[in-house]
Each structure stands twice: as C-alpha cells, then as structure tokens.
C-alpha cells in the first residue's frame, strides 16, 4: 500500500493463500484505505508437487529440487516451457518425463525456425506450398491464442495454437523436390516466423537464430571457418551420394565394338563404387557429429548443408534426431 497506494491492478499467490490470508488482506486495506474494490485481480497459480507426491513442493518439507541443481540439466527456457503446458491455476506435477516432453516442444519449434529460414533462403527446396492454407492458419491461430489469453491465460491452449501452425508449416516443407526451379512463397513464411517468435518473446524466450559470440572479431572469423568446413563437407558429400548411373557413365566401358556393357556387370560396377565411397559418407558423418559435441548442428539438405549453433550439444541433436 506504501508504494502502490489505495488500489492495486494485479495481486499474485498461491492457492493456499486465496483464504483466509488474502480475504483478510482485502478487508485490512478496504477499511485503510476506505475505498471499495483494493484489488481489480487476484491471480491464484496452482502448486507444484514433485512427481508420484500429493505434497507440494516445499522447503520446509525438504522437497524441492534448487535452481542450482535444475540448471544442471535442464535450461530455463525448458521450464518455462514446462510451465506454458499447464494452466497458471492448475496444479502440476515435476518429473524429468515432463520436463524431457518441454524440451522436446521447444527443439520442434527451432527446427521448424530453422527449416522456414532455410526455405526463405533458398536452402530447402519444396514443391509449391498452399499459401493460401498457411495464410488462414496463421490467422486462426491468431483469433485462438488471443482467445486463449482473454480465458484466464490459458497458456496451454495458447502453445497448442501454435504447435498446430508449426505442424501444418512443416507439412508443407517436407515436400522436397529436385526441382530448383520451383516458385518460393518466402512471405507468408516470414510472417510464420515473426509471429511465433513474437509470440515466445512476449513470454520470455527466444528462437532467433543464434550466432557465433566469442568476442571482438572472431565471432565473424569462426563464422566464415565453418562456413568454408561446411561447404567442403558438403561437396565430399555430393561426390560420394552421386545416383550409380551417374558414376556408371564416368567409369570407362573397355569394350572395342563400344557396345554397352551387360546389365550385371554394370550393377556390380555400381556396387563397387558404392562400397569405396562409403568411407567418404562415414568420414562425413563423424565430422557431423564431432562438431555436434560443440554445439554445432548441420542439417544436410537437397542442394546444399547448412549450420546452426544449438544448446546441449552432442546429447541434444542426438535427441532432436530420433524424434
């Protein structure tokens, strides 16, 4: 009341708090301040109860995980993710199962990030998309979460809103052809990416795309490095997977009639090929996962390899991988 004076806007608690203790603090500060309505609202958030407990987390009661020790696996936008899925009002329950199920969440919606940016910069080729599909999608998805917030923050069915968005962009971008030719719908991608990014960052977090920082110059100068590592990466890569008929045609046909050679032999030239190019694909492979355990992630796409830096390393692209 010293600071906020005879009316306050927004008052916060626990559940536990709405009786008696804030039924007595309204009436105290109506009486002092001799006005009638002290609080416009009261904001009552649920517990939170360590998994397989009916008691909430407490300090008294010794069972509570510190920040310190949550930090060490898991990041705080993944809790705050944690928190989103729930109503504000609802009680929920703490395990690493749904923390694992936050994490999950938050590398779908930066694969995506990474994809759509991909797409728009010509990275990722795709058939044709439904422009008009993703246009009304993202305006649906705008009336939802405004409608969602509008009904005691339901922050849950907010997220929901706009994993669906996500679920329906991604359709679209599997659709991979070789055709290079094909005609890019960059803007209503772009406007995907501005509204789920402005959306988390409304909340506190954030998905743009992370950049090297090491200081001074030398962020641009490791930048320009794996740029460069990534691009010959790519090239051994190209050589290796080239189509069998490809690499048929620059093997040399000892045949003095220059007639072709019989199909099965032929097949096995291909083979062959194949067998010696695998040490370049594994070679490959290992320096992928190698520059993974630095947190860097290459995502091999139809024309071309492209880099990010993420958060965890080796263990998350591992994860983001299987799922």
């Known amino acids: 009341s010293a600071v906020f004076g005879k009316q306050l806007d927004i008052h916060t608690g626990g559940i536990d708090l709405a009786f008696p203790h804030h039924e007595n603090e309204i009436a105290q500060c109506e009486v002092y301040h001799q006005c009638e309505q002290w609080g416009n609202y009261f904001l009552h958030s649920g517990h939170l109860h360590v998994k397989g407990s009916q008691e909430k987390m407490s300090k008294s009661l010794k069972n509570y995980v510190t920040i310190k020790d949550f930090l060490k696996k898991f990041s705080s936008d993944q809790f705050r993710m944690f928190c989103l899925r729930s109503r504000y009002s609802s009680a929920v329950e703490f395990s690493d199962e749904s923390m694992d199920d936050a994490k999950h969440l938050l590398q779908a919606i930066s694969s995506f990030i990474r994809d759509a940016n991909a797409y728009i910069k010509g990275q990722l080729v795709c058939d044709p998309v439904r422009e008009d599909i993703l246009w009304e999608r993202l305006a649906n998805t705008k009336v939802t979460v405004k409608a969602a917030f509008a009904d005691d923050f339901d922050t849950s069915r907010a997220v929901a809103?706009?994993?669906d968005l996500i679920h329906h962009g991604n359709r679209q971008l599997?659709?991979?052809?070789?055709d290079a030719g094909s005609p890019r719908s960059s803007v209503v991608y772009g406007s995907i990416i501005s509204y789920i990014e402005g959306?988390?960052?409304?909340?506190?977090?954030?998905?743009g795309e992370r950049q090297v920082a090491l200081g001074g110059g030398k962020s641009a100068v490791l930048s320009n490095v794996i740029d460069e590592l990534v691009r010959f990466r790519a090239k051994v890569?190209?050589?290796?997977?080239a189509l069998p008929e490809e690499a048929a045609e620059a093997v040399p046909v000892e045949d003095a009639a220059g007639a072709k050679e019989p199909k099965q032999e032929q097949k096995e030239k291909k083979q062959q090929?194949?067998?010696e190019r695998k040490?370049?694909?594994d070679a490959?492979?290992?320096l992928r996962g190698d520059l993974?355990?630095?947190g860097i992630h290459i995502k091999d796409r139809a024309a071309v390899s492209t880099w990010e830096i993420v958060e965890g390393g080796r263990a998350e692209q591992q994860t983001e991988e299987k799922s």
Do not use: P, Q, W
Not at 237 to 241: K, P, V
């Open 292 to 294: 993974a355990a630095f």
């Open 279 to 281: 040490s370049l694909l």
């Open 199 to 207: 959306f988390f960052n409304a909340l506190g977090m954030s998905f």
């Open 273 to 275: 090929l194949m067998r």
């Open 174 to 178: 599997k659709a991979v052809t070789k």
């Open 284 to 286: 490959c492979d290992s």
């Open 237 to 241: 890569r190209h050589y290796a997977l």
């Open 161 to 163: 809103a706009i994993m």
